[in-house]
Nanobody, 120 residues
Framework: QVQLVESGGGLVQAGGSLRLSCAASGSIFNINTMAWYRQAPGKQRELAARITRGGSTNYVDSVKGRFTISRVNAKNAVYLQMNSLKPEDTGVYYC??????????????WGQGTQVTVSS
């Protein structure tokens, strides 16, 4: 019943910026975290940035100082501002929503992904 839709990906030159958006809809209750994962071709998906309901954030080391994750809880939306982009940032970026079910277990939902391509 929960759907996540990403937008904002595209093609950008190295050193440029992109802002990714993710909007969640459906039966959304008890949000634990929202996050952005990314996956380069032939590589495993990795956590790029995560934000908790209380606003705490964490980032993979390679994006620290360049990416900023933010959210608007009332709109069930999360954003990723990406600055000083590098070719190594290229990949499919996935929005992740983690809810806490009534029985206390986490449930993860995923968007379809948005392509980010950074040219050298």
């Amino acid at each position: 019943q929960v759907q996540l839709v990403e937008s904002g990906g595209g093609l950008v030159q190295a050193g440029g910026s992109l802002r990714l958006s993710c909007a969640a809809s459906g039966s959304i209750f008890n949000i634990n975290t929202m996050a952005w994962y990314r996956q380069a071709p032939g590589k495993q998906r990795e956590l790029a940035a995560r934000i908790t309901r209380g606003g705490s954030t964490n980032y993979v080391d390679s994006v620290k100082g360049r990416f900023t994750i933010s959210r608007v809880n009332a709109k069930n939306a999360v954003y990723l501002q990406m600055n000083s982009l590098k070719p190594e940032d290229t990949g499919v970026y996935y929005c992740n929503l983690q809810l806490i079910a009534a029985w206390g277990k986490p449930i993860d939902y995923w968007g379809q992904g948005t392509q980010v391509t950074v040219s050298s």
